[in-house]
């Protein structure tokens, strides 16, 4: 079965620009999150979605990021305009609704802003 | 006070021995703990879960929990250089969606 699909696994680009991260979640599961890993901060959770409605998105760092989830198999984080303070990789996950229910995370965004 | 703690490392064991991995939590209606695996540049990958008190093995990992405790672990028996990774910790309450990770423990398995 496929995982969770993101892309693209790389991007380059400059400052002031904006950049569109794409992740379709593993079939069936209706739970989606975005993270962001740095070494500085670790893996942190931006926002979450629940039956493609966000739940939580306190963890957006500001209003430059954004979020959506049209449908069951695919979500977005734009963010607009970049920082370099961006740069991170970004993690997609997805999970099915339960308590006991583990994340599966695809092979994440490596976001580079000049 | 972080919600999910573990040791930084690097936990440095040689091969063939035994890795013990700890993590602790500070929220007490957390229900599921899991193991995640993160090589160098790669995503994390679950190894293991655990909801119940006690013991729970699978090959050479046994994960341990102890909710009075407020305590998870993990044991590598048979360490291989493979292992070296960060391993991360994390845990879920009943009342929601929200998964929380620890900082990760990074692990040095010498050949």
């Known amino acids: 079965d496929a995982g969770v699909i993101q892309s693209p696994r790389h991007e380059v680009t400059e400052m002031g620009q904006e950049v569109t991260l794409r992740c379709k979640p593993i079939s069936g599961h209706n739970s989606l999150f975005w993270y962001r890993q740095t070494m500085m901060r670790g893996l942190e959770l931006l926002i979450y979605f629940n039956n493609n409605v966000p739940i939580d998105d306190s963890g957006m760092p500001e209003d430059r990021f954004s979020a959506k989830m049209p449908n069951a198999s695919f979500s977005t984080l734009k963010i607009q305009p970049s920082e370099p303070r961006d740069s991170a990789v970004y993690f997609c996950?997805?999970?099915?609704?339960?308590?006991?229910?583990?994340?599966?995370f695809g092979d994440g965004t490596r976001l580079s802003i000049l | 006070q972080k919600e999910v703690e573990q040791n930084s490392g690097p936990l440095s064991v040689p091969e063939g021995a035994i890795a013990s991995l700890n993590c602790t939590y500070s929220?007490?209606?957390?229900?599921?703990f899991f193991w995640y695996r993160q090589y160098s540049g790669k995503s994390p990958e679950l190894i293991m879960s655990?909801?119940?008190?006690g013991d729970k093995e699978d090959g050479r990992f046994t994960a341990q929990l102890n909710k009075a405790s407020q305590y998870v672990s993990l044991l590598i028996r048979d360490s291989q250089p493979s292992d070296s990774a960060t391993y991360l910790c994390?845990?879920?309450?009943?009342?929601?969606?929200?998964?929380?990770f620890g900082a990760g423990t990074r692990l040095f398995v010498k050949a």
């Open positions: 655990i909801y119940s008190n």
């Open positions: 996950a997805s999970s099915l609704q339960g308590w006991n229910q583990p994340q599966h």
């Open positions: 929220d007490r209606v957390s229900q599921s």
């Open positions: 994390a845990t879920r309450g009943t009342g929601g969606f929200k998964t929380i």
